[in-house]
C-alpha cells in the first residue's frame, strides 16, 4: 500500500504525496482532509522504514533518504495542524512529549500527530534535551504521562537515568517510549525502567487509552 508513495518521495514530488495521504487510492491531490493515525500507520511509517532499508543496501543515497525525510516531516507538520485540538482534550491527563538529547524530530511528530487526531493535548518540550532539563520541564507542567521519542541506543538507555531522576524527585510520571532501538529490542524498555513502549505512531494512542483507564 506505501510503495506509491515511497516512489512520490523519492521522486520529490510532494503534490502526489500529499494526495495520496489524503487518498491512499489515487495517486494525485485529492481534496480529503488528512487522517492522521490512518496515513502514519499506512504510509509513512512503511514508506521510511523502506527507505532506510533500500539506503543501508546501497540502492539508495544519502541525499535521497534526506529528501524524504524532509517531506515526510512537512506533511506530519501540516497533519498536526489539521487535527485542530485547541485547548481541550479528551480527558485530564497531561502529555508531555520529547525527545532526549538528539535532535531527530521526525518520530516525536508523527506521534504528536497521531496523539492529537485521537483527542488529547500535549505539551512539547521539543528536542535535544538533556535529562535534568526534562525532569525540570516535567515538574513545571506537572506532566501525568512523558512521551519520549528516540533514534540513537544512547538515547534510549538514557531514559533509565530520566525514570530514576524522576522517581528520585518525588514525579510519579508514567513514561512512555518509542523508537528505532526499542523496536530493535523490545526487552529494553522494560530494562531502561519505562512503563510502556510503542512500535509505531498509533501505539501511542492505544497506551494513552489504557493508562487512562487505570487513572480512573
Known amino acids: 500500500m506505501h510503495r506509491p ?7 520529490v514530488d510532494r503534490v502526489s504525496a500529499r494526495g495520496l495521504i489524503a ?5 494525485v ?3 480529503r482532509s488528512l487522517d492522521a493515525p490512518r496515513s502514519l500507520d499506512a ?4 514508506a521510511l522504514a523502506s527507505i532506510g532499508a533500500r539506503w543501508e543496501s546501497g540502492e539508495l543515497s544519502l541525499s535521497q533518504v534526506y529528501d524524504a525525510g524532509v517531506i515526510c516531516e512537512e506533511l506530519v507538520n501540516e497533519l498536526s495542524v489539521g487535527t ?9 491527563l497531561r502529555i508531555g512529549i520529547v525527545v532526549l538529547e538528539d535532535h531527530h524530530r521526525l518520530g516525536k511528530r508523527m506521534v504528536q ?7 488529547w493535548s500535549t505539551v512539547d518540550l521539543g528536542e535535544g534535551l538533556s535529562v535534568p532539563t526534562v525532569v525540570a520541564a516535567v515538574r513545571a507542567h506537572r506532566l501525568d504521562v512523558l512521551l519520549v521519542s528516540t533514534l540513537m541506543l544512547r538515547s534510549a538507555l538514557l531514559v533509565r537515568s530520566l525514570v530514576d531522576s524522576m522517581r528520585i524527585s518525588g514525579l510519579p ?4 517510549v518509542g523508537g528505532a532501538p526499542f ?3 523490545p526487552t529494553l524498555a522494560r530494562e531502561v525502567g519505562a512503563d510502556a513502549w510503542g512500535a509505531s505512531a498509533s501505539d501511542a494512542s492505544r497506551i494513552l487509552n489504557d493508562l487512562e483507564e487505570v487513572a480512573r
Open 84 to 92: 485542530g485540538t485547541g485547548t481541550a482534550s479528551r480527558s485530564d
Open 5 to 11: 508513495f515511497e516512489e512520490a518521495l523519492l521522486r
Open 43 to 46: 504510509l509513512v511509517v512503511p
Open 113 to 119: 500527530a497521531v496523539v492529537q487526531a485521537s483527542g
Open 173 to 176: 510520571t508514567r513514561v512512555v
Open 183 to 185: 523496536n530493535m529490542d
Open 29 to 31: 491531490d485529492a481534496p
Open 23 to 27: 487518498n491512499p487510492s489515487a495517486d
